[in-house]
């Protein structure tokens, strides 16, 4: 359903997308994660055909986005990042005049969007701009979907929302899944990366690893600990001082590390630690998460 092979675009001296390639299937939820400023927006965009490449080729639905792209208007959905709707005009509103850009109406499509409006029908009648973030997302998703589209884009659909209404959106995003919808979503937090089929790992333009979640972290040979103290700070620039340290990124209230293979092990790192005064010192070990992955092929990629 979607193809991009080495799609490049750069804005004066910024590389946003350097050679980007990837397909997804048809009925798959593939997910692009990666931190503000990877390149995901300007990829969407590409995609939904609202800024042209400099460099690759792109086809939705076997359309190209350049010479075929009132088709693949007419057939996709997309939710970027930045709230869009009219926010003078109301729930109601807003989804009327949506459905009437795309020449249908909600009770033509009304089970396309039915889980999810029923979730904002009492607030119908209330302005968009005075709905809170998670009833704004939601309204954006239903304006999205009332003309029954093929492929769904959605750019960092729950960036500030809050916990609950992250959940919530995203079992309607699996429920839509499940129908056979096509879904490409992006987002910034890594948690997110599991409720995919597969995801791409993307940094500075560049798409790192692509795969199945579970396959990614299976991929991650490092033994891993998870350290802790009463004085985070300090215990981050002690451990980034200790000369066998590979890898040390704060998790919370952790610091995950790993050490150079061979070099030394948890015994002389603690001992280390021990010199150094850390109070209320834990060291356990732990199996990788997404992130962890995501920040072991940044680093291997930032040294070749």
Same mark, same amino acid.
């Given at each position: ?14 590389? *946003? ?8 299937? #048809? ?62 005009? =109301? ?15 909600? /009770? ?19 302005? *968009? ?48 899944? %499940? ?14 990366? =599991? ?8 940094? &500075? ?5 692509? %795969? ?8 991650? =040979? #490092?033994?891993?600990? *998870?350290?802790?103290?009463? %004085? ?34 948890? %015994?002389?790192?603690? /001992?280390?630690?021990?010199? #150094? ?7 356990? &070990? ?19």
């Amino acid at each position: 359903m979607i193809e991009v092979r080495e799609i490049s675009k750069r804005y004066v001296d910024i590389l *946003a997308l350097n050679k980007i390639s990837f397909t997804v299937d #048809k009925g798959e939820l593939f997910g692009i994660i990666g931190p503000d400023g990877a390149g995901k927006t300007t990829l969407f965009r590409i995609l939904a055909t609202l800024l042209l490449p400099d460099d690759g080729s792109a086809r939705v639905n076997d359309w190209d986005v350049i010479k075929q792209y009132k088709k693949i208007r007419k057939n996709i959905g997309y939710m970027p990042g930045r709230f869009s709707l009219y926010q003078d005009l =109301s729930v109601q509103e807003n989804l009327e005049f949506f459905a009437s850009i795309f020449h249908t109406s909600i /009770k033509n499509n009304y089970e396309n969007i039915q889980t999810i409006y029923e979730q904002i029908a009492p607030f119908k009648n209330r302005k *968009a701009g005075a709905l809170s973030g998670g009833m704004k997302q939601k309204l954006a998703l239903c304006c999205a979907l009332v003309h029954n589209p093929e492929v769904l884009f959605l750019d960092e659909p729950t960036t500030g929302v809050d916990a609950v209404s992250r959940q919530e959106f995203w079992e309607s995003l699996i429920e839509l899944k %499940n129908k056979g919808m096509t879904i490409l979503v992006s987002t910034p937090y890594m948690d997110e990366a =599991s409720l995919c089929d597969r995801v791409a790992l993307m940094q &500075t333009g560049r798409i790192m690893e692509i %795969n199945a979640p579970e396959a990614i972290i299976q991929k991650f =040979s #490092k033994k891993l600990w *998870a350290i802790k103290a009463d %004085n985070t700070y300090h215990l981050l620039k002690d451990l980034q001082s200790f000369q066998h340290i590979d890898t040390c990124f704060p998790f919370g209230e952790n610091i995950h590390v790993t050490l150079l293979h061979g070099e030394a092990d948890m %015994n002389d790192l603690r /001992k280390y630690l021990q010199e #150094k005064q850390h109070q209320e010192l834990t060291i356990t &070990t732990i199996l990788p998460v997404i992130e962890d992955c995501f920040m072991d092929l940044m680093t291997e990629d930032i040294l070749h």
